[in-house]
């Protein structure tokens, strides 16, 4: 398949406009009317520049149907609660890919949410500035920002929507994936904390990395921004062999864990290439939903938590 991770042979679809109310206060979205949250009370840290408004870009050929989304200013998280039956107070952040220039936000987002909660997890759709914001170190800062603040404004509300604030996890696919290690890694916050939702830890408790990309260099060996250690969080890899994105990424990461004890498990499938997400591919990497299910399962996160007895 070709990659989700850029844009070719563009066209504008349409020209969405949002204005959205302080992170305190969340709005409605259209889309099942389900709660929209804007990630900072005014302003993103470190904008430029006003951008948008955001729109969505098509490709050619047996991409055309992706759904693309760019010219990102106004970050959000969109929940999709479980069947309050099924809750088991484990949430998700999902972080679609798109190379840091658009966000494959339907087969990489609102289709992985929907997935997510047919496991009785809460999904929350991360919605992160794209494209890259020129002079930025590194160059996915804002990216950094926006995945970190989601993750702390998630874990400080967590009651109001019965999450286990100690089982707060992130899927991120491609460039999400590169932007879920590096959340999941770091010892920074890439901003200054700013009110008190920031209180919270913006770190994952666990991470499932689908095709993450860049994670080493030329040689194979990871970067210096990916060095785990005994108290990073447990991962689940899925890459591969004939990724243009080469699987040393989830191979190289999970050997690193593997070293420090941490729990990981890693599936490299022969085919299947880039940016398949949900998309029924004619290969057994059309199958990663179940095992990441199964290792959600193994990991006690479809079990209801403690927290919500």
């Known amino acids: 398949m070709k990659s989700s991770m850029g844009v070719t042979a563009v066209g504008i679809i349409v020209s969405l406009a949002?204005?959205?109310?302080?992170?305190?206060?969340?709005?409605?979205?259209?889309?099942?009317?389900?709660?929209?949250?804007?990630?900072?009370?005014?302003?993103?840290?470190?904008?430029?520049?006003?951008?948008?408004?955001?729109?969505?870009?098509?490709?050619?050929?047996?991409?055309?149907?992706?759904?693309?989304?760019?010219?990102v200013g106004v970050?959000?998280?969109?929940?999709?609660?479980?069947?309050?039956?099924?809750?088991?107070?484990?949430?998700?952040?999902?972080?679609?890919?798109?190379?840091?220039?658009?966000?494959?936000?339907?087969h990489e987002g609102t289709q992985v949410c929907e997935w997510l909660n047919t496991l009785g997890i809460t999904a929350a759709?991360?919605?992160?500035?794209?494209?890259?914001?020129?002079?930025?170190?590194?160059?996915?800062?804002?990216?950094?920002?926006?995945?970190?603040?989601?993750?702390?404004?998630?874990?400080?509300?967590?009651?109001?929507?019965?999450?286990?604030?100690?089982?707060?996890?992130?899927?991120?696919f491609s460039a999400g994936g590169h932007l879920t290690a590096w959340v999941c890694l770091t010892n920074q916050r890439y901003y200054q904390p700013g009110d008190e939702h920031d209180r919270a830890s913006p770190r994952p408790d666990f991470a499932l990395l689908i095709?993450?990309?860049?994670?080493?260099?030329?040689?194979?060996?990871?970067?210096?921004?990916?060095?785990?250690?005994?108290?990073?969080?447990?991962?689940?890899?899925?890459?591969?062999?004939?990724?243009?994105?080469?699987?040393?990424?989830s191979v190289a990461l999970y050997l690193a864990l593997k070293k420090h004890g941490v729990t990981a498990e890693l599936h490299v499938y022969a085919h299947g290439g880039h940016g398949y997400g949900m998309r029924k591919v004619p290969y057994p990497c059309a199958s990663w939903p179940q095992r990441a299910a199964d290792w959600l399962q193994a990991q006690g996160y479809l079990t209801t938590s403690s927290a919500k007895r």
């Open 18 to 71: 949002v204005v959205m109310p302080p992170a305190s206060q969340p709005c409605r979205g259209s889309a099942g009317e389900r709660p929209v949250w804007p990630l900072w009370p005014g302003n993103p840290p470190d904008e430029p520049s006003k951008v948008g408004p955001e729109r969505y870009v098509t490709g050619k050929g047996a991409e055309a149907d992706i759904k693309r989304l760019t010219d």
């Open 211 to 249: 095709y993450p990309a860049w994670l080493v260099d030329k040689e194979g060996r990871l970067k210096p921004e990916f060095t785990p250690d005994k108290t990073s969080p447990p991962m689940f890899f899925v890459h591969s062999s004939d990724d243009p994105i080469s699987s040393e990424s």
């Open 125 to 172: 759709l991360l919605k992160y500035r794209v494209p890259r914001r020129p002079g930025q170190t590194p160059d996915n800062r804002a990216m950094i920002q926006d995945a970190q603040r989601a993750v702390s404004l998630l874990r400080s509300r967590a009651a109001e929507w019965a999450i286990d604030p100690q089982r707060i996890g992130m899927i991120g």
């Open 75 to 106: 970050p959000t998280l969109t929940l999709y609660p479980p069947p309050e039956g099924k809750r088991t107070g484990t949430a998700v952040i999902v972080a679609p890919g798109g190379g840091y220039n658009i966000l494959a936000i339907e």
